[in-house]
């Protein structure tokens, strides 16, 4: 069998549902003996002591799909370049509004995912 590139390998992966590639997951992480779960982040305690009860800051956000708006289309390519989601479970996701579009992303993440959807005509809110 000839090496394969990683564009090729890529390539591959990109044709995968969401199914697919969890199967495909699930398989390596048994055959190599292997965890590929997102890392946890901990978070620190306030500096300087402060345990004065205020609000704590936000460090996650869940990018929520409210409506898809008038060019589903739009919002259906935006979905999929978020999440990596075949055409097929993009529109289901987008049709089936409200939908949680990224869970725990960071705030700067949420935000780009937020400016890309509603750029695209969709209604996005973050919780």
């Not at 997102?38 to 869940?62: H, I, Q, R």
Request: proline letters at 2%; zero cysteines.
């Amino acid at each position: 069998m000839a090496k394969m590139t990683t564009e090729e390998i890529l390539g591959i992966f990109e044709e995968m549902s969401v199914l697919e590639l969890k199967e495909f997951l699930d398989a390596f992480e048994e055959k190599f003996d292997v965890t590929a779960a997102a890392p946890v982040a901990v978070a620190a305690a306030p500096a300087g002591g402060d345990t004065s009860g205020g609000e704590e800051a936000k460090d996650s956000f869940d990018v929520v799909l409210a409506d898809a708006g008038g060019q589903k289309i739009q919002v259906i390519k935006e979905v999929r370049g978020l999440t990596s989601l075949g055409l097929k479970e993009a529109k289901e996701l987008v049709d089936g509004a409200p939908s949680d579009i990224l869970k725990g992303a960071s705030k700067e993440d949420a935000d780009k995912a937020k400016e890309a959807l509603e750029g695209a005509g969709a209604t996005v809110e973050l919780k």
